[in-house]
């Protein structure tokens, strides 16, 4: 039997974290794309886009994560799409956060007090000039801290995807586990890298709303 | 041709009809006062000659332009035609001063900034606050941020500017400052629409006053005639009411 030392867990923990972090990063980028393709609909009043987005919305807030990977992963294979787990857990997380940020940023749009609105209807400008130049900026302001908040999910959202093979830092923790026979010191090194990755983000979250704070 | 021309106007909230035919025409370099109670329709009327509010029934021309709601292009060509004042004033707080003045003529009108910046630096003076270019909005009295607010909307040149309660908002002892602006503007010919409490002003500016009462026009004329002579016994009621 092969001995493994602590240093041997740690490093290939953190191999595997690496694609924790990249699972993340993915998620998070493709769900603001469309998280904010989201938001324009809904704040352009396109016809349905509302009742549309809205449904969108509860649908993934309603259900757990668990279950948008399993369907993801199961249901796409149902239908003859030939899914790996690194292509469901991108898709399921992608759509799970583009829900939750899409929902978060509507707020922070919707606290541009009206007069901004008004101010800059009345100055002619295009819808578009409207966020870009006016309620963009603000709402922007406001929506950091949250927005970085929920960058944490994320992180601690892609564990899941381990359900499915996808080898991140969960599943690498298991697989060391089984192989070690050690499980509380490799679950331990586990969470300790969740909390490497986002303690750090959490701590900026709350820096920028302390600043944000000061500024008012 | 009036400049701003209203007939038969007509807007619902609900079951709520709070202006029941509004016909008013308003010649260029004409300054209008609109007076009455809270709730008269006062507000609205005015609020639906840049579309900032739907209305029902009738037709609104500004300028000669007919007022399109849902024609997103009518109304960006019509909005360049009228300037609006607030009584929030409204300033973009994440701008400073000379950009909130800048924004729209370089948005709306495609001016370079260079020239932009000129004409702000320009109406900035004529306000009275030359020096608060680089100034940030919540660096500046209520007075200085509505006098802002003259100038950014000048920027646009427009045709016609309706004030919506301009003093409303500001200290006693700041609201002479805004009005001075505002009669200048006036003595320069701007087409005005405004909706005040400042009756006083009003009587000295306004070449004639527009008495609203439960969503009608109840009375118009001079001031010296709406002021000195009221026919109604509303514009009475009204008039005594605020110890004019």
């Given at each position: 039997?092969?001995?493994?030392?602590?240093?041997?867990?740690?490093?290939?923990?953190?191999?595997?974290?690496?694609?924790?972090?990249?699972?993340?990063?993915?998620?998070?980028?493709?769900?603001?794309?469309?998280?904010?393709?989201?938001?324009?609909?809904?704040?352009?009043?396109?016809p349905?886009?509302?009742?549309?987005?809205?449904?969108?919305?509860?649908?993934?807030?309603?259900?757990?994560l668990?279950?948008?990977?399993?369907?993801?992963?199961?249901?796409?294979?149902?239908?003859?799409?030939?899914?790996?787990?690194?292509?469901?857990?991108?898709?399921?997380?992608?759509?799970?956060?583009?829900?939750?940020?899409?929902?978060?940023?509507r707020?922070?749009?919707?606290?541009?007090p009206?007069?901004?609105?008004e101010?800059?209807?009345a100055?002619?400008?295009s819808?578009?000039?409207?966020?870009?130049?006016?309620?963009?900026p603000?709402a922007?302001?406001?929506?950091?801290?949250?927005?970085?908040?929920?960058?944490?999910q994320?992180?601690?959202?892609?564990?899941?995807?381990?359900?499915?093979?996808?080898?991140?830092?969960?599943?690498?923790?298991?697989?060391?586990?089984?192989?070690?026979?050690?499980?509380?010191?490799?679950?331990?090194?586990?969470?300790?890298m969740?909390f490497?990755?986002?303690?750090?983000?959490?701590?900026?979250?709350r820096?920028?709303?302390?600043?944000?704070?000061?500024?008012? | 041709?009036?400049?701003?021309?209203?007939?038969?106007?007509?807007?619902?909230?609900?079951?709520?009809?709070v202006?029941?035919?509004?016909?008013?025409?308003?010649?260029?370099?004409?300054?209008?006062?609109?007076?009455?109670?809270s709730?008269?329709?006062?507000?609205?009327?005015?609020?639906?000659?840049?579309?900032?509010?739907?209305?029902?029934?009738?037709?609104?021309t500004?300028?000669?332009?007919?007022?399109?709601?849902?024609?997103?292009?009518?109304m960006r060509?019509?909005?360049?035609?009228?300037?609006?004042?607030?009584q929030?004033?409204?300033?973009?707080?994440?701008?400073?001063?000379?950009?909130n003045?800048?924004?729209?003529?370089?948005?709306?009108?495609?001016r370079?900034?260079?020239?932009?910046?000129?004409?702000?630096?320009?109406?900035l003076?004529?306000?009275?606050?030359?020096?608060?270019?680089?100034?940030?909005?919540?660096?500046?009295?209520?007075?200085?941020?509505?006098?802002?607010?003259?100038?950014?909307?000048?920027a646009?040149?427009?045709?016609v500017?309706?004030?919506?309660?301009?003093?409303?908002?500001?200290?006693?002892?700041?609201?002479?400052?805004?009005?001075?602006?505002?009669?200048?503007?006036?003595?320069?010919?701007?087409?005005?629409?405004?909706?005040?409490?400042?009756?006083?002003?009003?009587?000295?500016?306004?070449?004639r006053i527009?008495?609203?009462?439960a969503?009608?026009?109840?009375?118009?004329?001079?001031?010296?005639?709406?002021?000195?002579?009221?026919?109604?016994p509303?514009?009475q009621?009204f008039?005594?009411?605020?110890g004019?």
């Amino acid at each position: 039997m092969v001995d493994f030392t602590l240093w041997d867990i740690l490093r290939n923990l953190g191999l595997a974290a690496r694609w924790t972090v990249l699972l993340s990063l993915i998620a998070f980028a493709g769900g603001g794309l469309i998280g904010m393709a989201l938001l324009v609909a809904r704040v352009a009043k396109w016809p349905g886009a509302e009742r549309a987005v809205a449904g969108y919305v509860q649908l993934f807030q309603g259900t757990p994560l668990l279950m948008q990977l399993f369907l993801a992963y199961f249901g796409l294979g149902l239908l003859g799409i030939d899914v790996s787990a690194w292509v469901a857990a991108a898709l399921a997380l992608t759509l799970y956060s583009s829900a939750f940020l899409t929902e978060i940023w509507r707020g922070c749009v919707a606290s541009v007090p009206k007069g901004q609105w008004e101010a800059s209807q009345a100055l002619a400008m295009s819808l578009w000039e409207q966020l870009r130049h006016v309620i963009g900026p603000q709402a922007l302001r406001i929506a950091i801290p949250p927005t970085v908040g929920f960058l944490v999910q994320v992180v601690k959202g892609t564990a899941l995807a381990s359900v499915i093979g996808f080898i991140e830092l969960t599943k690498a923790g298991t697989m060391i586990s089984n192989a070690t026979f050690r499980p509380f010191t490799v679950y331990a090194c586990v969470a300790l890298m969740y909390f490497v990755l986002c303690f750090p983000i959490s701590a900026w979250s709350r820096t920028l709303e302390r600043k944000m704070h000061a500024h008012r | 041709m009036p400049i701003v021309d209203i007939r038969g106007l007509r807007k619902r909230f609900g079951a709520n009809e709070v202006l029941k035919g509004i016909d008013l025409a308003v010649e260029a370099g004409e300054v209008i006062a609109i007076i009455g109670k809270s709730g008269s329709g006062k507000s609205t009327l005015l609020r639906c000659i840049n579309g900032l509010e739907t209305f029902d029934e009738g037709s609104l021309t500004v300028d000669g332009q007919a007022l399109l709601h849902g024609n997103a292009g009518a109304m960006r060509s019509l909005r360049q035609h009228v300037g609006m004042i607030f009584q929030s004033f409204n300033l973009f707080p994440h701008l400073s001063v000379g950009r909130n003045v800048m924004l729209a003529p370089m948005q709306v009108k495609n001016r370079s900034a260079d020239e932009a910046a000129k004409q702000a630096r320009k109406l900035l003076e004529r306000v009275g606050l030359a020096d608060k270019f680089d100034a940030r909005p919540d660096q500046l009295s209520g007075g200085q941020q509505q006098r802002v607010a003259i100038a950014r909307a000048l920027a646009m040149e427009p045709a016609v500017l309706l004030c919506d309660e301009i003093t409303s908002a500001l200290d006693p002892e700041l609201v002479g400052e805004v009005l001075r602006v505002v009669e200048s503007l006036a003595a320069d010919g701007m087409t005005l629409l405004m909706v005040t409490h400042e009756m006083t002003f009003a009587r000295k500016v306004a070449d004639r006053i527009v008495f609203m009462h439960a969503g009608c026009v109840h009375e118009i004329g001079p001031p010296q005639a709406i002021f000195g002579a009221p026919k109604t016994p509303e514009l009475q009621k009204f008039l005594a009411s605020i110890g004019d």
